[in-house]
């Protein structure tokens, strides 16, 4: 009987994520009147058979881990929680500064932030944040400087990557990176293409200071590639605190960690 009520459980679960899209850990626990680390199991459980991914507190719909969404789809999900998050990174760009922005939809809405900004060189392999800066040039709402980095074009990320992006960027030293990824924790930052990884890289290692901007329904979720860890970072930018389970793996000496709001 104890078998067939955790299947069942379990099966309830995935009946409500179809619903809703998203599920909590918290909520479900008081739903089905068990412990949050039973329903941690239970998702577990469910995650390793491909029936949903995990989420910082919950989990969602399981999506193919291997090839990222066209941009489009991804650019308008969560929108409003990016916009927040893009936001508070752009209170970190100042007059004059060398920045780069790493193609993702979280990146791009940096840009609907620089308009007031003074003399920016802005470094970018995406596609759309060059066009879109280069747009408000020509309307004159933008004064900077927009070096879109040569490569092989990829119709899903929308962004370049490969030899000659990675031989032009490698020349290149900026004041300050902003990186997006598919899913982030302490130790793994990932993404769904191969070829981010190496542009990911000599970002972090070219910048002054290297910021990730990421929202929440990233947290604790693995994807194919690893690029880096939370050490190789000076600032993160999300819209939910640091999980306190963290707060043991990260240096706080050495990473800031700021919540838009």
């Known amino acids: 009987m104890l078998y067939e009520s955790i299947e069942q459980r379990r099966q309830k679960i995935l009946d409500e994520l179809n619903v809703k899209n998203k599920v909590y850990v918290k909520t479900l626990a008081q739903k089905f009147g068990v412990s949050m680390e039973t329903i941690r199991r239970d998702l577990d459980y ?86 879109g800066l280069l747009n408000c040039k020509k309307e004159g709402t933008f004064d900077g400087r927009v070096v879109l980095v040569g490569g092989e074009a990829n119709a899903v990320s929308m962004a370049t990557s490969g030899f000659f ?10 004041n300050k990176a902003f990186l997006s990824c598919a899913g982030f924790s302490p130790a793994n930052i990932s993404t769904f293409l191969e070829e981010h990884i190496q542009l990911s890289k000599l970002l972090i290692e070219k910048s002054d ?50 919540t838009a709001k």
């Open 165 to 174: 992006a990675e031989n032009m960027l490698a020349k290149l030293s900026v």
């Open 46 to 131: 469910l995650a390793a058979n491909n029936h949903l991914t995990k989420i910082f507190g919950g989990a969602i719909k399981v999506k193919n881990t291997h090839l990222e969404l066209l941009y489009n789809e991804r650019a308008v999900y969560n929108l409003d929680i990016k916009k927040q998050i893009a936001a508070t990174a752009a209170n970190l760009i100042e007059d004059n500064d060398t920045i780069a922005l790493l193609g993702g939809s979280t990146t791009e809405q940096i840009t609907q932030n620089l308009l007031m900004k003074k003399n920016l060189f802005v470094i970018t392999n995406s596609l759309p944040i060059s066009f």
């Open 209 to 258: 200071l290297s910021i990730l901007v990421a929202d929440s329904s990233k947290m604790n979720v693995n994807h194919l590639y690893n690029f880096a860890s939370l050490k190789d970072f000076d600032m993160v930018v999300c819209d939910h605190e640091m999980p306190d389970e963290w707060i043991n793996e990260i240096d706080l000496d050495q990473l800031q960690w700021l």
